[in-house]
């Protein structure tokens, strides 16, 4: 089933081979792609009854991005990759009591991470056996009371960590908080901290909010719209339909993103039948930049200087100007410090930090003045940098510049990965509680929850690392192999008295033994939920605010399966006898649910009835009205120092960036081929410029070995080696691997110190070639 290297962090591997295929996104491979999805997981019949009921109104929504749906959707909402996450869910095949007792976890873990989620749905509760070296079957009931036991067996609850996907639904995160804070602790490590943590800190200082100040319809009316370090050909595909209506309308699009990517370049829609019959595509990006990793503030910082530049210009003309000066006066403060910083940046820093030249940025900045309206959208290439806040916040301050946040078309779009990773942290999922939470959980529950700070998931794994926390639950996710350093993070697990895993399917997280280890296996998305009240809906905010409800029909792929919630509500029950809250009567009928977390957080006012309308309800963003939660009531410009979003690169040393393939999401890998950029059949490749592999006197298609620096130029050790070097075009100084094997060179203190978010792009690396190609030493 495939054997990788320790130093690929068990990715799937093989031989791979670049193949470049100059096809646009979508089209006929896209629906290749789903048929082989299909073919490879599921029967015909559960495919066509689960396929048409991907985002309707009436059905479930994707278990993969979070990208909205068009309101009142009634078409044939679904992308390549939602095609995929169903399909991967709604396999046929089976990871029974059997199949466990025919591997031990020690032959398990030499295969690829592809072949373990590959097995299919776990069908019953497992408990490992450390004689035995295997998971053996339990009962729901003995199962919840040696956790239960366990748990209050800690001297202190802050002794456990309790993680949380970004797919389990608002009603299993609500309860999972309510449980864990009426244990006694705010210990919430979840994905959200290794993506767009960066935005859920720098936003809030900058305008009050912490999300995205846009909705879906705004693209229709905004007159530019800048992608910043993102990739939705791979992570966000139905994005593209969205682009497309804007490009075809005449609106540039304006791409800044260090690889080329084809779903940013052109894309044929397979929902429109002239495209598909006539291989017609419609051109994304009206302009492209390639800035080098790590050369986002400098770019951005050279688009507002340009500007200011050009306002005075147009000023001392007799013109109007390009600021927004009466938005600028009325809702904002800072602005002058702004100011001050960019006329002290220089031309010369900003070209060699962004690899952009002055022309390029002023190209970009050009096209950001002539529009009215402009919206900027941007991903993890922004946020998982060591100073990932300052980047969101320099986004914010150009938008700020000509006012465009708070009216029709115009605002700050940050693209979310898991289809609920919003809605999780809206109702509760963090560590950082503040007064009104806790106020409402008091006022509405009767019980006293803790207010001290708890572990985000650097600070959790540390915590496990140095004995402090001895109990790990997860709701869902593969926390091990989507940290940074797995070496230290996986021995870091293996201490540990304690891990309970609700999943659906088996990962590597599950491999590494504790000395009691649960797998609650828990129904998916697209399954009937039946409970004592009868079928049962639940809800997800998308990355637009946009609450709705999903109800999954399938016949659940065992009858041992309990929803998320239940299983929430089951471990509460035995971690708390003595608990103020009605577990069971809210797992009846999640509309108590629904109640309990509309009485904690009155912006959900009317959750029962909005979820029951077609398309569901907006949560309201006081950002876009205009209205700025912040300590003075005003927008805030924020200065970022200098221009080094990351560490310096010192001689020979470039800067490496981990990114997803197509056949990926997340940690699930559903193939060895990434179509887009041509590979085929393996992912133990590194991208890099041509001109970069010259510079270094390395052949193209060589092996290579890659070993992780320090800040002050210094090797850390941390190296993998034997990545095939693909000549790619790639910006210059700048290399890339897939995720999450390039996480051996990311060390747990390689984050952003502001918002904890690791630094997965911006990892400064020097190349040698490998002494042998079969040479498999660490």
Known sequence: MGKPSDESAHGASGEASFEPDDTPAGGWGSLRAVARAIRGQMAVARSAEALPRVNQPAGFDCPGCAWPDPRHTSSFEFCENGAKAVSWEATSKRATPEFFAAHTLAEMW?????????????????????????????????????????????????????????????????????FVREYGCNNFPDCSNMCHEASSVGLPEAIGVGKGTVQLEDFEHADAVFCIGHNPGTNHPRMLSTLR??????????????????????????????????????RIASTYF??????????????????????????????????????????????????????????????RKSGLTREEIAAAAGIYAKAERVIL????????????????????????????????????????????????????????????????????????PPAAHGHDAVAAI??????????????????????????????????????????????????????????????????????????????VEDSMSM????????????????????IVAMLARATLPASKVDWEGMVADYDRIRDGIESVFPIFAGYNTKIREPGGFHLENAAALRRWNTPDGKARFLVAPGLDEDPASGPDLLTLATVRSHDQYNTTIYGLDDRYRGIKGGRDVLFVNPADLAALGLAADAYVDVEAHREDGLPTGRVIRRLKAVAFDIARGSVAMYYPEGNTLIGLDDHDPRSGTPGYKSVPVRLSASVDRHDDAA
Request: with cysteine; hydrophobic share 40%.
């Open 110 to 178: 030499e295969w690829n991470d592809h072949a373990l989620e590959d097995a299919g749905r776990i069908t019953h509760p497992m408990a490992y056996d450390p004689m035995q070296d295997r998971y053996v079957p339990v009962s729901w009931e003995e199962a919840a009371t040696r956790i239960g036991t366990a748990l209050r067996a800690l001297p202190d609850p802050a002794m456990a960590e309790f993680y949380t996907s970004g797919r389990a639904s608002n009603e299993a995160a609500f309860l999972y908080q309510l």
């Open 245 to 282: 209506e804007v490009s075809l309308r005449g609106a540039p699009i304006v791409v800044l993103n260090p690889m080329p990517e084809r779903g940013l370049e052109r894309f044929t829609s397979p929902q429109d039948p002239a495209e598909m019959l006539t291989g017609r595509s419609v």
């Open 290 to 351: 390639k800035p080098r990793i790590g050369g986002d503030v400098a770019v951005l910082k050279g688009m507002m200087k340009w500007l200011l530049d050009a306002d005075a210009d147009d000023l001392a003309a007799g013109g109007e100007g390009l600021l927004d000066r009466a938005f600028i006066e009325e809702h904002t403060r800072g602005f002058q410090a702004l100011a001050d910083d960019l006329s002290a940046t220089s031309w010369s820093s900003i070209e």
């Open 377 to 448: 959208c941007y991903g993890m290439g922004i946020t998982q940098h060591r100073h990932g806040t300052q980047n969101v916040q320099q986004l914010m301050n150009l938008l700020l510049l000509r006012g465009n946040i708070g009216r029709p078309g115009a605002g700050i779009c940050p693209l979310r990965g898991h289809s609920n990773v919003q809605g999780d942290r809206t109702v509760g999922i963090t560590e950082k509680p503040d007064a009104a939470l806790l106020d409402g959980i008091r006022r509405t529950y009767g019980f006293e």
């Open 462 to 539: 540390k915590a496990i690392a140095g004995g402090r926390s001895k109990a790990l639950l997860s709701l869902g996710g593969n926390l091990a192999v989507a940290m940074p350093d797995p070496q230290a993070t996986f021995a870091a697990l293996r201490t540990l008295d304690l891990a309970v895993h609700i999943a659906t399917k088996t990962n590597r997280s599950h491999l590494i033994p504790a000395r009691q280890m649960f797998l609650l296996p828990c129904l998916g998305r697209t399954e009937l939920d039946v409970q004592a009240s009868g079928p049962q809906s639940v809800t």
């Open 547 to 566: 609450v709705h409800a999903s109800q999954g029909r399938l016949k659940p792929a065992s009858p041992q399966l309990r929803s998320e919630p239940a």
